[in-house]
């Protein structure tokens, strides 16, 4: 997406999509990573609204806190702090990245009054989640300052808010399912006219098929039965031919043996007439 926003030199593409990337980057874990992708979008200087640069400052936040770099954390706060009148729907955001700041380097005193306007308007918009998460921070500064009796009475909260959010998040996942499976037996139901359909398109193709082949089949034995009797009357043809060459065979082979008979009588002839010339001679 970076490459084609580039190829068109859409700078309000490669400003959200960049911003994008590094936060994809720092919720995978990999904050180097969205820092780097933070710095190449501020070195290249695309910002064409307060309000997107207000949003690249908490990024840099973020990942600075992610990285426990607290003092480029700091440099980004003041910028915010500075520019806070541009912050428009991002300024809850400005309060947490505040109170998470303030915690995380143990001056929980200033956190205060940001945990009390977060507070205030969780309340309002019945964000429960985000509401949680501020009770969870109000237990973590009231711990800090050794006020434990406040910390728990936070963490409570805490507590039964994450239920609830469970609780809502649990029904509107049951909400969905049931969404989900009504959605899906649907499309099993159109699924299965469309394979009903498709059987009986197919039974007719198979009966028309089937009727083809029978047809065929039909033209196949009668080619193939006159085929054979041609076979049979060309074999028959061939055997009376072969009978009648047989019996010519036989007969010159009779004349033959005939003579052959004749010959040994005169072989047998002739050697007697030899024997008694020698014994006349002797």
Not at 159 to 188: A, R
Not at 206 to 226: C, E, T, W, Y
Request: charged letters at 25%.
């Amino acid at each position: 997406a970076v490459k084609i926003a580039q190829k068109y030199n859409d700078t309000a593409s490669i400003v959200v999509i960049n911003g994008n990337l590094a936060m994809s980057y720092y919720k995978m874990e990999q904050p180097e990573k969205a820092l780097a992708r933070l710095q190449l979008l501020k070195n290249m200087n695309l910002f064409t609204t307060t309000q997107e640069r207000f949003e690249n400052y908490y990024d840099f936040c973020l990942v600075y806190m992610r990285l426990k770099q607290y003092k480029m954390a700091k440099v980004y706060i003041d910028k915010m702090e500075a520019s806070k009148k541009d912050a428009g729907a991002n300024y809850t955001e400005m309060l947490r990245s505040y109170i998470n700041y303030y915690i995380a380097t143990g001056q929980y005193n200033k956190a205060y009054p940001y945990l009390q306007e977060n507070e205030s308007f969780y309340q309002k918009t019945k964000v429960l989640s985000f509401l949680a998460q501020n009770h969870l921070n109000w237990f973590k500064a009231d711990s800090g300052m050794g006020r434990y009796q406040s910390a728990i009475k936070h963490y409570q909260r805490y507590k039964m808010l994450t239920d609830s959010v469970y609780l809502v998040n649990n029904n509107k996942h049951t909400s969905f399912l049931q969404i989900e499976f009504d959605t899906d037996k649907k499309n099993k139901d159109l699924q299965l006219q469309a394979k009903d359909i498709q059987l009986l398109k197919n039974n007719e193709q198979l009966q028309r098929s089937r009727f083809l082949a029978a047809q065929a089949d039909r033209n196949l034995l009668i080619g193939g039965s006159v085929m054979l009797l041609l076979s049979l009357g060309v074999g028959y043809n061939r055997y009376r031919l072969k009978q009648r060459s047989n019996v010519r065979l036989q007969v010159q082979q009779n004349e033959i043996n005939k003579q052959n008979q004749s010959l040994q009588l005169l072989n047998r002839k002739q050697e007697k007439l030899l024997n008694e010339k020698e014994w006349l001679l002797k």
